[in-house]
Nanobody, 120 residues
Framework: QVQLVESGGGLVQPGGSLRLSCAAS????????MAWYRQAPGKQREFVAG???????SYADSVKGRFTISRDSAKNTMYLQMNSLKPEDTAVYYC??????????????WGQGTQVTVSS
């Protein structure tokens, strides 16, 4: 079945950069959209950035101009390039995808999350 696996998180100083990846695998028929969410301790999970199958992108106001979402359709992999990182970006980052597997209805899938810590 479908699985999302994230990588690329870590510890970085303010102003630094990280590149997150999320690879989808399994019995995939089509991926309609992919997105990144994040959740800081004591806070609700929030939308960060999303990309459609047609390449349209959207961003939370808090990350516009600093983060860039992209997708390599051939590899079923989504990326989040994070520049000019701030301490308030510290959170667990989760990848999400709306995927239709072969022979079953479309569903929402989540990765396990990867920790991003921005601290001096």
């Amino acid at each position: 079945q479908v699985q999302l696996v994230e990588s690329g998180g870590g510890l970085v100083q303010p102003g630094g950069s990280l590149r997150l990846s999320c690879a989808a695998s399994g019995n995939i028929f089509t991926i309609y959209s992919m997105a990144w969410y994040r959740q800081a301790p004591g806070k609700q999970r929030e939308f960060v950035a999303g990309i459609s199958s047609g390449g349209s992108t959207s961003y939370a106001d808090s990350v516009k101009g600093r983060f860039t979402i992209s997708r390599d359709s051939a590899k079923n992999t989504m990326y989040l390039q994070m520049n000019s990182l701030k301490p308030e970006d510290t959170a667990v980052y989760y990848c999400h995808a709306r995927i239709k597997p072969v022979a079953v209805p479309a569903n929402d899938y989540w990765g396990q999350g990867t920790q991003v810590t921005v601290s001096s």
